[in-house]
């Protein structure tokens, strides 16, 4: 199993570790573990690493690292969103530095059978872990409006009822099963490919994946809780695949650093009277270079946006 690691490229990580800075024995909580590629350069480095993740099927690459790393190195079968409860159990109140690499990870994506990719046909499932809904459960149950929504909202799929719509027609006949049934049907709706770089389905998976795994929500809890464990100049690197999640990071960053909108010529100056909980690291998102996309082309739409913690308490208006 170790040797499949190298296939699953860690985006961003030479940007991490600068944003990160020296890692001897610093505590570092990697929220996404997937198959240790940033928990393993953070422990090359010096570093005691705890690491988060939901799907249990990582273990053997937990397991690769316990052995090779037994003193420095834990994981939490947990979401990330549940790091200070994760952090207890081991004993820990407080870490140097959070790093999160947000979506579905390219080990999922590779495997069939879990149901994540549009380009290789399995169980219509999606889930992160063997708990909750299913794709399947929501688009051979849910009303046309409801799946619409989903679609639109997290998909941002401006043809969402078009694609609702077929969906239903289609599961009155049978329901959806498979992956590529449901690609098909999304590929119809839409008119087809006509030479498109994208898949038609593209939007319609991104949606439905958020939705079974409520990772926006998950993503706004993690935020807000890495606040109240990083030490002051503790670190919270975030990794980004598409707009919404940015969005939600650079929001949440500019709120927490204390950067507001300016006044115009007829306004006066907004003034925000927060003590600042971080400051920013990167004040714009860093992308990826020309050669790392050029070697894994996951990384075109990467974006990684940092923070640093100050001395203010967490969630605190002066």
Known sequence: MTEAAPAHLSVL?????????????????????????????????GARVVAFDRDARVRPFVEALSLEFPDRFQWVNRCFSEMAEGLAELGHASCDAIVLDIGVSSMQLDEADRGFSFMRDGPLDMRMS????????????????DIAHVIWLYGEEHKSRAIASAIVRRREAQPFERTLDLAEVV??????????PVHP???????????????LGELERALEVAETLLKPDGVLAVVTFHSLEDRIVKNFFNDRSGKVAGGSRYAPQKVDARKPVYTLITPKAVQASEA????????????????????APAGVVS
């Open 292 to 311: 790392e996309i050029a070697g894994n082309p996951r990384s075109r739409s990467a974006k990684l946006r940092a923070v640093r913690r100050t001395l």
């Open 13 to 45: 990580l030479p940007e991490v570790l600068t944003v990160l800075g020296n890692l001897e024995d610093k505590l570092i909580v990697d929220g996404t573990f997937g198959a240790g590629g940033y928990s393993r350069a953070f422990l090359l480095g």
């Open 187 to 196: 590929e119809r709706a839409l008119g087809g490919r006509r030479g498109a």
């Open 130 to 145: 063997v708990d909750g809904r299913s794709a399947a459960d929501i688009v051979n149950e849910d009303d046309k409006d």
């Open 201 to 215: 389905a593209t939007r319609t998976f991104q949606g439905l994946r958020i939705a079974v795994n409520d990772e």
